[in-house]
């Protein structure tokens, strides 16, 4: 592909795993570029628990900001972690949250695009205007999908309305979260029931409750896991990998 990715990662219902797929694909990501995840779920944003992040700056504070100063530089709002993934992280306060107007949020989103990194819009469940604004600059949908049935018919309802609004279907990437869930359905029956192949399966494992909760994902603390390279062979179809990655390369994006 062309040109950084902007990916959208969304899910009708809440709980899916947007949040947890999102930081294992930045985390994958900053092995070969330098991710920005820009945190949409605006009222109860986990993008910051997901990297054990301290931000110093949130996305209400980049929305003044950016009001106050016009086109100057804004990138010291991110908050960078030792991967190399920079996140803005969503508002500490729901009611700061609240008053956020959904423009000056996209202008925010435009300018770190405007960067030329590949960027990751976390997202709330539903189709709240800003995840439809995510949807409007996304190169690239991530649509997580657990193993549950009301999780497929949401799926399937949400690119059915996607083919209605005349959005490219083809940059869909179905996820199938929980794959391996005894209780859930089977990765096939997803597949069918949604009407697209996966492009990823994530198993359910306990790394990654365990990664969400300790702040530093999967693709983090172990890339050559299986669930490591399982996210790697997707990151590698959505961005331009160098041709070596060697270890000088690597050692030197350990440096501040
Ligand atoms: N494949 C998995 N295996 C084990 N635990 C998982 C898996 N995917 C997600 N979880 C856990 O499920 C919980 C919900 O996941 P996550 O926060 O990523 O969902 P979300 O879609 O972002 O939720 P919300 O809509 O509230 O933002 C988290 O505790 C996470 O660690
Ligand atoms: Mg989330």
Not at 180 to 194: D, F, N
């Amino acid at each position: 592909m062309t040109g950084a990715p902007i990916l959208a990662v969304v899910s009708p219902k809440g709980g899916n795993g947007k949040t947890t797929v999102c930081a294992n694909l930045a985390a994958s990501m900053a092995r070969y570029s330098d991710p920005v995840v820009i945190d949409l779920d605006v009222h109860f944003g986990d993008v910051e628990y997901a990297f054990r992040l301290d931000p110093l700056y949130r996305l209400d504070d980049a929305v003044r900001l950016m009001a106050e100063g016009g086109d100057e530089d804004i990138s010291h709002v991110l908050t960078r972690h030792p991967t190399g993934v920079s996140a803005l992280c969503a508002p500490s306060d729901p009611v700061a949250a609240d008053r956020l107007d959904a423009d000056e949020v996209n202008r925010v989103v435009d300018y770190f695009i405007g960067l030329g990194r590949p960027v990751l819009l976390d997202t709330a469940g539903g189709i709240s205007e800003f995840t439809l604004a995510a949807m409007d600059r996304a190169t690239d949908y991530v649509i997580v999908c657990g193993t549950d049935v009301p999780s497929v018919q949401a799926a399937r309802k949400l690119i059915d309305t996607m083919s209605r609004l005349g959005m490219d279907l083809t940059r869909i990437h179905l996820v199938i979260n929980r794959s391996t869930s005894r209780s859930g359905l089977t990765p096939e029956y997803v597949e069918q029931a949604v009407g697209l192949r996966a492009s990823l399966a994530v198993p359910e494992h306990m790394s990654l409750t365990a990664g969400m909760n300790q702040g530093c994902p999967v693709t983090e603390s172990d890339p050559r896991s299986a669930i490591g390279q399982t996210f790697d062979r997707f990151v590698r179809t959505l961005i331009e990998v160098p041709e070596s990655d060697t270890l000088a390369e690597r050692l030197r994006k350990l440096l501040p």
